[in-house]
């Protein structure tokens, strides 16, 4: 069996329609397997590859070039908690509560918690500034948080 099921293949498949070739479903199958598995490995470029009549080179290159897919050395956790670093969010506290965000979870930005439940990013700008400091977790965005708002967030099932 392959890396990627039938059923994610499906849903990589349903994108066809909407783009002008299949090359322009690159950045959407990506995320779609990176949403399914947290992580997209060497074996399922190549899968995506295939699927969209490309060389895996190319998905590689599509995947190296944004910092938002992990592969298999890597994969993220269950939960990826993001903590804006905007030049809004940093003058109202963003800086600091990335600090006691990782002070927290006992990692820096860019690593997952050894549990695999948490892997805590930054970001250059969640585009809340009306609401910093923001937070973004999967694909859910938080305004205006603390520390302690934060840590009752992640640990949130």
């Given at each position: 069996?392959?890396?990627l099921?039938?059923?994610i293949?499906?849903r990589?498949?349903a994108?066809?329609?909407?783009y002008?070739?299949?090359r322009a479903?690159?950045?959407?199958?990506?995320?779609?397997?990176?949403d399914?598995?947290?992580?997209?490995?060497?074996?399922a470029?190549?899968?995506?590859?295939?699927?969209?009549?490309?060389h895996?080179a190319?998905v590689?290159?599509t995947?190296s070039?944004?910092?938002?897919?992990?592969?298999?050395?890597?994969?993220?956790?269950k939960?990826r908690?993001?903590?804006?670093?905007?030049?809004?969010?940093?003058l109202r506290?963003?800086?600091?509560?990335?600090?006691d965000?990782?002070?927290?979870?006992?990692?820096?930005p860019g690593?997952?918690?050894?549990?695999?439940?948490?892997?805590?990013?930054?970001?250059?700008?969640?585009?809340?500034c009306e609401?910093?400091?923001?937070?973004?977790?999967n694909d859910?965005?938080?305004?205006?948080m603390?520390?302690?708002?934060?840590?009752e967030?992640?640990?949130k099932?």
């Amino acid at each position: 069996m392959g890396a990627l099921s039938e059923e994610i293949r499906e849903r990589i498949r349903a994108e066809f329609p909407k783009y002008p070739n299949k090359r322009a479903v690159t950045l959407n199958a990506l995320h779609i397997v990176q949403d399914a598995q947290r992580q997209v490995s060497i074996e399922a470029m190549r899968e995506i590859a295939e699927l969209l009549e490309l060389h895996p080179a190319e998905v590689h290159d599509t995947m190296s070039f944004y910092g938002f897919f992990r592969d298999e050395k890597a994969p993220l956790g269950k939960k990826r908690v993001w903590v804006c670093r905007s030049i809004s969010c940093m003058l109202r506290g963003g800086e600091e509560l990335l600090a006691d965000v990782c002070h927290d979870l006992g990692v820096k930005p860019g690593e997952t918690t050894a549990d695999g439940e948490v892997t805590l990013e930054f970001a250059e700008c969640l585009g809340v500034c009306e609401g910093a400091p923001c937070v973004l977790v999967n694909d859910e965005c938080y305004p205006n948080m603390t520390a302690e708002s934060t840590r009752e967030l992640i640990k949130k099932p």
